[in-house]
């Protein structure tokens, strides 16, 4: 069974950093895109970032651009990335869902990733 291991996630104030994580494995996992999707109380699910994992080419929301990074771990097999959170703000409080699959990652489609972490929340307080 596949499983996307998730950590990092806490409290921190505004202005602050924090790192995701997230661990994919289990018989049958393959994919091409691996990323973030967050959900706050009331609002829609969005994309955050992803990235092509053969050549780690990352994509952006706009509200993110220049204070989140993401990556990935290019020593092992490609199925570990990581989400550095910096210039946190408020409007970042959300729960964090790690995803991947065979996706185009620029379009942030959820329908296109087969495996979800279960998510880790992420609280900005001002």
């Known amino acids: 069974q596949v499983q996307l291991a998730e950590s990092g996630g806490g409290s921190v104030q505004a202005g602050g950093s924090l790192r995701l994580s997230c661990a994919a494995s289990?018989?049958?996992?393959?994919?091409?895109?691996m990323g973030w999707f967050r959900q706050a109380p009331g609002k829609d699910r969005e994309g955050v970032a992803t990235i092509y994992t053969a050549h780690g080419r990352a994509h952006y929301i706009d509200s993110v651009k220049g204070r989140f990074t993401i990556s990935r771990d290019t020593a092992g097999a490609g199925n570990t990335v990581y989400l550095q959170m910096d210039s946190l703000k408020p409007e970042d409080t959300a729960m964090y869902y790690c995803v991947a699959g065979w996706a185009k990652c620029e379009r942030f489609d959820a329908a296109d990733f087969t495996y979800w972490g279960q998510g880790t929340q992420v609280t900005v307080s001002s």
């Open positions: 289990g018989y049958g996992y393959s994919a091409n895109c």
